[in-house]
């Protein structure tokens, strides 16, 4: 049995990946940052699959909360096989009003977060010589976006990061790959002006919003045994974008 640990799994996009993954069969641990009762109702939606799944508070951005989180994992589930940095947040802002803390809080979360949690996990995943890290980017990490300046370096970093460590731990049978999603109807994209979320619309070629769905399915292969000779890829989920 295969032991996956998802972060920001409370809401969005992670939820569904944990809830994807529980079909799956894989364990999941439901990592979150606060809403202990939307990580809850999730773990609940886990167990519904027949799996083992817990939830554990952890600010990715704090050494000290992932390592405990890792400890807890290891001990109610075991050492975890599928990692998906996947907790996120936004602070936007033109670059000359955007403070330095948002700036700092966006890449202390989306991009030291997911090193935190790499660090913690890759070193069981090299003894066991396998191991699965998906990074959940973003389109705007590739391509910039007015608006967004902390939150595309970020995601840009993101894609360096997944790069970088999928060549230095190929050889201990390790993958590492990014998920690019586009526009995906969640709480984060939720909150942007109705002439915004039309704009993006008239620039999808399939004429939808991406739901979570389509991202979990996407990281769903790329955890599975059928991505074994895939590493250091940014596949795109934007609908053609
Ligand atoms: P969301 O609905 O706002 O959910 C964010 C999740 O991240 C929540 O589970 C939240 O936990 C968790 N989180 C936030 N800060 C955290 C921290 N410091 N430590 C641990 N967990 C933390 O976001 P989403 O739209 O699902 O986005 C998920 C990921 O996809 C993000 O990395 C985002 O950048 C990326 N993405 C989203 C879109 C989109 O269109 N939605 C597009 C491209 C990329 P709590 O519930 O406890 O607050």
């Given at each position: 049995?295969?032991?996956?640990?998802?972060?920001?799994?409370?809401?969005?996009?992670?939820?569904?990946?944990?809830?994807?993954?529980?079909?799956?069969?894989?364990?999941?641990?439901?990592?979150?940052?606060?809403?202990?009762?939307?990580?809850?109702?999730?773990?609940?939606?886990?167990?519904?699959?027949?799996v083992?799944?817990?939830?554990?508070?952890?600010?990715?951005?704090?050494?000290?909360?992932?390592?405990?989180?890792?400890?807890t994992?290891?001990?109610?589930?075991?050492?975890?096989?599928?990692?998906?940095?996947?907790?996120?947040?936004t602070?936007?802002?033109?670059?000359?009003?955007?403070?330095?803390?948002?700036?700092?809080?966006?890449?202390?979360?989306?991009?030291?977060?997911?090193?935190?949690?790499?660090?913690a996990?890759?070193?069981?995943?090299?003894?066991?010589?396998?191991?699965?890290?998906?990074?959940?980017?973003?389109?705007?990490?590739?391509?910039?976006?007015?608006?967004?300046?902390?939150?595309?370096?970020?995601?840009?970093?993101?894609?360096?990061?997944?790069?970088?460590?999928?060549?230095?731990?190929?050889?201990?049978?390790?993958?590492?790959?990014?998920?690019?999603?586009?526009?995906?109807?969640?709480?984060?994209?939720?909150?942007?002006?109705?002439?915004?979320?039309?704009?993006?619309?008239?620039?999808?070629p399939?004429?939808r919003?991406?739901?979570?769905?389509?991202?979990?399915?996407?990281?769903?292969?790329?955890?599975?045994?059928?991505?074994?000779?895939?590493?250091?890829?940014?596949?795109?989920?934007?609908?053609?974008?």
């Amino acid at each position: 049995m295969s032991i996956a640990l998802v972060t920001g799994g409370s809401r969005g996009i992670g939820r569904v990946i944990a809830q994807t993954l529980a079909q799956k069969g894989y364990d999941v641990a439901v990592c979150y940052a606060g809403n202990e009762a939307a990580a809850k109702e999730c773990v609940s939606e886990c167990e519904k699959a027949g799996v083992r799944s817990i939830c554990v508070k952890a600010d990715v951005s704090r050494q000290e909360d992932v390592e405990a989180m890792f400890a807890t994992v290891k001990e109610q589930l075991g050492n975890v096989d599928v990692l998906v940095n996947n907790a996120g947040i936004t602070r936007d802002n033109l670059m000359i009003r955007m403070s330095v803390e948002d700036y700092e809080a966006v890449l202390d979360t989306n991009l030291k977060g997911a090193f935190l949690c790499t660090k913690a996990a890759i070193k069981d995943m090299m003894k066991s010589r396998k191991g699965k890290i998906i990074n959940i980017t973003s389109i705007v990490g590739i391509t910039g976006n007015a608006g967004q300046t902390n939150y595309s370096a970020s995601k840009a970093g993101l894609i360096g990061l997944t790069k970088s460590v999928a060549r230095e731990y190929g050889g201990k049978g390790i993958c590492v790959n990014a998920v690019a999603p586009g526009f995906i109807e969640t709480e984060m994209t939720g909150v942007l002006p109705e002439a915004v979320k039309n704009d993006y619309l008239s620039r999808i070629p399939l004429k939808r919003f991406g739901k979570p769905g389509d991202v979990a399915n996407v990281v769903a292969f790329l955890a599975s045994d059928d991505a074994d000779y895939v590493t250091g890829q940014v596949i795109e989920v934007t609908g053609g974008m």
